[in-house]
């Protein structure tokens, strides 16, 4: 089931993010930022009512917004819930009045299949590097910039 973060979610949640941030996979981040950021989110519960997805839609600009920190715990893998958690996010969007949604990634053919397309890094609004700087990557992104018009 998908639905909102809750504050009881924010351990959580950067549990399962930063599980793949220790992996070079995601930004780390920290408590402070997922309590600042806990509207955000949205959270997959399993049948045993344990978190085992999370995605964000973090809105950037005027009609601009990314889906960020998607992680799908990796026993819960191949059962959809990243594309639901995805979609959650576009609906929200779409609902929000937001035109374009942008990402960074290293699995662009995931998301090719949501309708996202590549898109040069360039092309995105300079507020977005803000997170960048925090990478250990930074200057040197090995990410894919992809955006998806709505």
Known sequence: MIRRATIADAEHIQRLINQFADQGRLLPRSLSEIYDNLRDFHVYEDKDRSIVG????????????????????????????????????????????????????????????????PVDKSTLPHKIWADCIRCVKFPDCDENAMIIDL
């Not at 839609?57 to 917004?65: C, F």
């Open 54 to 117: 999370v995605c964000a839609l973090h809105i950037s600009w005027e009609a601009l917004a990314e889906i960020r920190s998607l992680a799908v715990a990796t026993e819960a893998r191949k059962n959809g819930i990243g594309a639901q958690l995805v979609e959650a996010c576009l609906e929200e969007a779409r609902q929000l009045g937001v035109t374009r949604v942008f990402l960074l990634t290293y699995i662009p053919p995931y998301f090719e299949r949501a309708g996202f397309r």
